[in-house]
C-alpha cells in the first residue's frame, strides 16, 4: 500500500506557473488555459489531434489570436456542474453554476434596451435589463432549477452506490502536470478522483438519447471519444510523479435518466498502453504542428472516393447483366 502523505499537493498564487513536475490543486479553467511556464497539452487536445484534426485544435486554442470561441451547450454545462458535484459535493457546485428562478423575465429586446438607455424604460423592461445584466455579470454556468434537481437526484443515487463511491473515494481537483521527454511538452491529466493508494477514475454522465443503458453503450462512449487516452494519460501522469504504475483505472457511468443506473468500467492494462500509444503519437504530432507553424486539417491530403462495398457489388453485377461492366 502506497502512502498518501509522501506526494505534496501544490498550489500555485495568482499569475505564477507551473515550473516543475508535481501535483497542482488549480482550478479547471486554468488547467485548460496554458498554465505552465511553456506549452502545455491536456488530454482533450490529445484526443482532438488523435480523433479529429489538429486544425480541430488550434481552430480554438488560446495561443490562436485568430481562434474561434470555444463552442457550448446545455450537456457541456451539465457535465461540468455534475463534475464539480462529484469532486466537492454541493458546496462545489454552488460555485461553478448559477440558478436560474422559474419566474426570470425574458432576455430584453433591442426596443427595451435603446428606451432604457434614453431614461424611458418601461417597468417590464427595465425588470427584464437589470435582471440579465446581474445574471451576466455572473461567471459561473446559468442551469435552471429542473436542471439543479436533476443533478442533486443524480448525486444522491451516485452517493447510494458503494462501487461508486469506492471508485470515487480518492483526492479530487488535483492536476498531475509533467514534461514529455520525447518532445518536451507539458503535459496536464486531471481524472476526477487520484488515490495514492493506485486507483484512480473519471465520472462521466451519458443521455442515451431513449436507448437503453448498458455496457454496450458504455464501452461505445470509450471508443468515440477517446476515454480510454483520457485514462491511460492519468496513469501516464502518474507513473511519471510517483514512479508507480496504477493498479486499478476505471470509469464511472451514470444515466441521465431515471432511475439513473450506474455502470462502472476498468480499463486494463493493455487498452491503457494502446491508449498510452495514441497519446504520444498525438504528442509527436503536435511537436510538428508547431516547428512548422501548421495545424493540418481534415482536407490535408486529397483521395478517392471510396463506394460502399455493398452498393458496389450491386452496381457492378446489374452493369454485368447489361454486358456494360468494366
Not at 79 to 97: D, F, N, Q, S, Y
Request: aromatic share 8%; with cysteine.
Amino acid at each position: 500500500m502506497r502512502d498518501h502523505f509522501e506526494h505534496e499537493i501544490r498550489t500555485l498564487a495568482t499569475g505564477d506557473k507551473i515550473t516543475e513536475p508535481g501535483f497542482y490543486a488549480i482550478r479547471l479553467d486554468r488547467h485548460h488555459n496554458q498554465p505552465c511556464d511553456g506549452y502545455s497539452v491536456t488530454s482533450s487536445t490529445l484526443r482532438t489531434v488523435e480523433l479529429r484534426t489538429p486544425a480541430d485544435v488550434w481552430a480554438f486554442h488560446p495561443l490562436n489570436p485568430d481562434r474561434y470561441e470555444p463552442p457550448d451547450s446545455t450537456a457541456m454545462r451539465l457535465g461540468r456542474a455534475m463534475a464539480a458535484l462529484v469532486e466537492g459535493g454541493l458546496e462545489e457546485l454552488e460555485k461553478v453554476v448559477l440558478v436560474l428562478p422559474k419566474n426570470k423575465p425574458n432576455r430584453p429586446m433591442q426596443s427595451q434596451i435603446d428606451a432604457y438607455r434614453r431614461g424611458k424604460g418601461t417597468e417590464a423592461g427595465t425588470r427584464s435589463i437589470e435582471f440579465w445584466a446581474k445574471m451576466d455579470a455572473d461567471p459561473r454556468d446559468k442551469i435552471t432549477e429542473e436542471q439543479w434537481e436533476l443533478l442533486v437526484t443524480m448525486g444522491k443515487e451516485l452517493a447510494n452506490d458503494p462501487a461508486a463511491c469506492a471508485a470515487l473515494g480518492g483526492i479530487p481537483e488535483v492536476t498531475m502536470a509533467w514534461q514529455d521527454d520525447r518532445t518536451g511538452i507539458w503535459c496536464l491529466a486531471r481524472p476526477d478522483q487520484i488515490s495514492f493508494s493506485g486507483m484512480l477514475s473519471d465520472y462521466k454522465k451519458v443521455n442515451t438519447q431513449g436507448r437503453p443503458f448498458n455496457s454496450y453503450v458504455c464501452d461505445g462512449r470509450i471508443m468515440q471519444h477517446g476515454y480510454d487516452m483520457q485514462m491511460a494519460f492519468a496513469a501516464q501522469g502518474f507513473e511519471q510523479l510517483t514512479h508507480n504504475w496504477p493498479d486499478q483505472v476505471g470509469l464511472v457511468f451514470q444515466w441521465d435518466q431515471a432511475p439513473h443506473h450506474v455502470i462502472l468500467r476498468e480499463i486494463d492494462d493493455e487498452d491503457l498502453r494502446i491508449g498510452e500509444f495514441r497519446n504520444n503519437r498525438a504528442l509527436r504530432t503536435i511537436q510538428e504542428c508547431m516547428e512548422l507553424g501548421r495545424w493540418p486539417g481534415p482536407g490535408e491530403h486529397v483521395g478517392k472516393f471510396i463506394r460502399n462495398k455493398e452498393q458496389r457489388e450491386r452496381l457492378l453485377e446489374e452493369m454485368n447483366v447489361e454486358g456494360v461492366a468494366p
